[in-house]
C-alpha cells in the first residue's frame, strides 16, 4: 500500500500538483477559516492531512484518476481566453476544484467559475428513457440537492466569492438568458455533466457559439447508456467538423473536444 501511495505521489509532484495534493485531495467539504490569505487554524489542517492521508493509503484509484484527468483537460483550456462554465454542479466538489486549480494556476486573471444548476436535482425536461436512470443516480448518490448560499459560503472562505457565479434553474432556460444578459462573454472551458438530452443541447446551442478558440469542452457521459448526452452531441456537432476525442484512464470524464 504504501509503494502504491508513493508512486501516485511521486506522479502528481511530476505533473507539478504539489499543491493540488494539499487543497484537493479531500473526500468531503471543510469548514476553513475565512481568511485571503488561507490559513488554517491546526484541527482543520490535521482534518485535510488526515483526508489526504485516507485517500492515499486506501485501495482506492479511481478518485485519483479523476482528479488528473480534470487536472489535464483544465491545463489544455489555461492559455484559452474565457471563463470556465460547469454545468451540473452537483455536490459543488467539481466547482470548487476549478476554482482550485485556477487560483493555483492563474491568481491574477479575470477568468470566474460559472456554475449552472437547479441546485435540488435532475429537471424537468428529462426525457422518458432517461427517468429510470435518473431515480437509480439519485439513489445511489443519496442526492437531495445543494443550498447555492452554502456553496458559496465554501466559496467565501477562501476568499474567492468574486471569482464564483452560481445561476439556479433549469439549464434549458437559464443558458441562453445568461449568454444574452452578458455581453462579451466568452468561455474557455465547458464542463457539460447535465446527462440528460435536453439540457446537453441547450447548454451546446446556447455556449458553442462564444466558446473561444482552442477551448475545451469536457463531455461526462457521452457514450453511457441510459442517458440522453450522446444523442444530442452526436445531433449538435453532426454537420461540424469536430473530433471526439476519447478519454482513456478514466471513468468520466468520458470525452472531450477541442473548438478550432
Not at 77 to 90: M, Y
Request: with cysteine; glycine share 6%.
Amino acid at each position: 500500500m504504501a509503494i502504491k501511495s508513493s508512486l501516485i505521489v511521486n506522479y502528481l509532484l511530476s505533473k507539478n500538483c504539489g499543491e493540488i495534493t494539499h487543497y484537493l485531495l479531500i473526500r468531503r467539504p471543510i469548514n476553513l477559516p475565512k481568511s485571503n490569505e488561507k490559513v488554517f487554524n491546526s484541527k482543520s489542517e490535521n482534518e485535510l492531512w488526515d483526508h489526504y492521508n485516507n485517500l492515499l493509503l486506501s485501495s482506492d484509484i479511481t478518485r485519483i484518476r479523476k482528479l488528473i484527468t480534470r487536472y489535464d483537460l483544465f491545463r489544455k483550456s489555461l492559455n484559452v481566453p474565457g471563463d470556465v462554465v460547469e454545468c451540473g454542479v452537483f455536490k459543488g466538489t467539481g466547482l470548487m476544484y476549478w476554482l482550485k486549480l485556477l487560483e493555483i494556476y492563474s491568481p491574477a486573471s479575470q477568468k470566474r467559475i460559472i456554475g449552472f444548476d437547479t441546485f435540488d436535482g435532475f429537471a424537468e425536461s428529462l426525457v422518458e428513457y432517461e427517468k429510470p436512470s435518473a431515480e437509480k443516480y439519485v439513489d445511489e448518490s443519496n442526492y437531495e440537492g445543494i443550498d447555492p448560499d452554502w456553496l458559496m459560503s465554501q466559496v467565501s472562505n477562501m476568499g474567492l466569492s468574486e471569482k464564483v457565479e452560481l445561476v439556479k434553474g433549469d439549464v434549458v432556460k437559464t443558458a441562453a438568458e445568461y449568454v444574452q444578459k452578458n455581453p462579451g462573454f466568452r468561455v474557455s472551458m465547458l464542463h457539460l455533466d447535465l446527462d440528460t438530452y435536453s439540457g446537453t443541447k441547450a447548454v451546446l446551442e446556447a455556449f458553442y457559439p462564444v466558446v473561444s478558440r482552442n477551448g475545451v469542452i469536457i463531455l461526462d457521459e457521452y457514450g453511457v447508456r441510459g442517458w440522453g448526452e450522446s444523442d444530442a452531441v452526436d445531433e449538435f456537432f453532426d454537420e461540424k467538423q469536430v473530433s471526439i476525442q476519447s478519454v482513456p484512464n478514466a471513468v468520466t470524464p468520458t470525452a472531450y473536444v477541442i473548438k478550432d
